[in-house]
């Protein structure tokens, strides 16, 4: 990891309390000393243990895992969530990835430190990967921030370990096997904690995770062939970029580019409406949005992006837990018919954490993202942006968008070995420790974390605890389907 630089901001008070809204990360820290600072984290650990989050059992009054699905399919495109369902299906993994709202609300019962950071809200380790810097670099980073919102640091921690002990089982890695994973992430996420406690704010800013540093550490601990697969896997995420979306996803009509259909994972505008002045009105109205959503562009970005114009649009499925929201392909092509830009409009509606830590700064959900996704990620997309726009339906929806693909690439977790999943824990703890150590207060957190495994083996016992509970709560998804209750399109 190259160190280089960050905005901290100082905790709230130390508090065990579930219930007790969290704050936003304060930014002023010019009246506290590192020392001051310091002393705050181990007051928290004096008054929160961090053997104290090792604990887990479900609340007396643990909501039922699948009245809250029920609850966010409510405002879902209605034929879209059983697909949601259906990839939850596959596997207790796969659940898992789709369960952030379930999590959250058993996270809001456990204990906290009291110090608060920009969380990411669904940091499970398929929510980090490759992508391209705007200096078109191949960096790796957190890349899924729809749930991003001021909160407890530990929730992203216990998040993303307990993803590893939930794939692990998946890959029918031994229990001893799974505890090292968990343990190795957690512990790099203290090691680097700590070591940005020390660095100036600017290096902290300005660190990264650059790809090919990696490689070194893969040489460790693979095998030639892995090494080679994994050369293999990079080089085809820099292939993943407009022009390959634009070959693998359009063709010619009438001399004009149109997205394919593939229904119902991806459904052209003018299938979803008849033709006539609806539709003109509605592909004005994405011409509009467009145009809107350039303001909320650096004025570089904005200038680059009106040398595009809008040509087509389909509705896409994507990923799992967001299944349902309304997710649009925009195609847009520059100086002539071979330079395509494509675009991604996602819906971003309330963060999983609001009920719990209280609601976000932000009036637009959209501009919440982008703005959680800045102030986390090292390098963020350039045309990332947000916008709020009236639906089909009269509905008022917000929206973030970003590049459809740049050089996105993710990890292998079906095929890999237990000594690169250790490895890959590693990688994904120190990205996260990154990401929070640019907003909250890296000195206090650091001092509660301590130099002794005591924090990771209390990380390693919730993991355990929680697997055995999403398996739990896996079994309920598969009884209400198999019952009726649900209805799920698997294959999808």
């Known amino acids: 990891m190259n160190s280089e630089g960050s905005l901290s901001g100082p905790s709230s008070s130390s508090r065990g309390v579930a219930d007790v809204a969290v704050p936003a990360p304060a930014r002023k820290l010019a009246h506290l000393s590192p020392q001051e600072r310091g002393a705050r984290g181990k007051a928290a650990r004096n008054e929160v243990p961090r053997s104290s989050h090792g604990r887990w059992e479900p609340a007396v009054n643990r909501r039922d895992p699948i009245e809250l699905l029920e609850e966010q399919a409510a405002s ?23 369960a952030a709202l379930i999590m959250a609300a058993d996270l ?9 950071v920009q969380v990411c809200g669904d940091a499970h380790l398929s929510n980090f990967g490759v992508f391209a810097s705007p200096e078109r670099r191949a960096m790796f980073d957190i890349n899924d921030f729809d749930e991003t919102l001021p909160g407890p640091w530990e929730w992203d921690v216990k998040r993303l370990a307990a993803s590893f002990e939930v794939a692990g089982r998946d890959r029918g890695f031994t229990p001893a ?22 660095l100036r704010n600017l290096d902290v800013w300005y660190a ?7 490689f070194e550490q893969l040489r460790k601990v693979a095998t030639a062939k892995q090494q080679a697969k994994a050369q293999a896997n990079l080089a085809k995420a820099r292939t993943r970029d407009s022009m390959q979306a634009f070959s693998k996803l359009t063709h010619e009509v009438g001399g004009e580019r149109r997205i394919d259909a593939d229904p119902p994972l991806i459904v052209p505008i003018e299938d979803l409406m008849p033709a006539g002045a609806e539709r003109e009105q509605v592909e004005g109205e994405l011409r509009g ?35 349902g929201t309304r997710a649009w ?20 509606q309330e963060s999983v954490l609001e009920r719990f830590v209280g609601k976000s700064q932000h009036a637009n959900h959209g501009q919440r993202v982008v703005a959680g996704q ?26 973030y968008l970003r590049q459809l693909r740049d050089w996105k690439g993710s990890a292998d977790v079906d095929t890999m070995a237990a000594s690169l999943m250790t490895l890959y824990a590693r990688i994904c703890g120190a990205a996260l420790a990154r ?42 998804l598969v009884d209400a389907v198999s019952t009726g209750r649900l209805s799920a399109q698997t294959g999808l």
């Open 177 to 198: 096997q799974r505890r090292g994973i968990v343990m190795a992430g957690v512990a790099e996420y203290r090691r680097w904690m700590r070591q940005a406690a020390q």
């Open 374 to 399: 800045h102030l986390m990620q090292a390098a963020s997309d350039i045309f990332l942006g947000w916008q709020r726009v009236t639906g089909f339906d009269g509905q008022v929806r917000d929206f």
């Open 76 to 98: 879902r495109v209605p034929e879209l969530v059983p697909i949601r369902y259906g990839r939850m299906l596959v596997s207790p993994f796969t659940f898992y990835r789709g």
């Open 329 to 348: 392909i925009l195609l847009l092509l520059g100086r002539d018919g071979g330079d395509p830009l494509f675009l991604q409009a996602k819906e971003a």
């Open 289 to 323: 949005l467009i145009r809107s959503y350039r303001r909320t562009l650096q004025t570089d970005r904005r200038h680059l992006l009106e040398d595009f114009d809008y040509v087509h649009a389909a509705r896409k499925v994507v990923g799992v837990g967001s299944v």
């Open 435 to 476: 990401a929070h150590a640019r907003s909250g207060d890296r000195i206090a957190i650091a001092s509660y974390l301590g130099t002794s495994d005591a924090f990771d083996r209390a990380i390693a016992d919730f993991s355990t605890a929680y697997a055995d509970q999403n398996e739990r709560d896996y079994q309920t």
């Open 208 to 214: 990264h995770i650059e790809v090919e540093a990696l």
């Open 108 to 116: 809001a019962a456990t204990p906290r430190s009291g110090l608060t």
